[in-house]
């Protein structure tokens, strides 16, 4: 399972990534999920599955914006790279 994930880019990069991922990740799920339950309600199991997948997908994705932020010269400091 290792030489599987090793070669892995997705996680790769999310695993040197991860402080921006752990600091950040709990206020897009607080953003995301009221507009999302608006859209498509939870009230049974599809449609539980559906709002928990969009909710996933956009965290994953407003999180790749962040890191890729970070990246740039001026933020560096915010996750400790100089």
Do not use: D, Q, R
């Amino acid at each position: 399972i290792i030489k599987i994930l090793n070669k892995n880019k997705f996680l790769e990069y999310f695993g040197k990534n991860s402080l921006v991922i752990y600091c950040i990740h709990f206020l897009f799920l607080k953003l995301l999920s009221i507009p999302i339950s608006i859209i498509v309600y939870p009230n049974n199991i599809y449609n539980t599955i559906i709002y928990m997948l969009l909710v996933f997908i956009l965290c994953i994705a407003s999180s790749a914006c962040i890191i890729k932020l970070t990246t740039y010269k001026p933020f560096h400091y915010l996750t400790g790279k100089f």
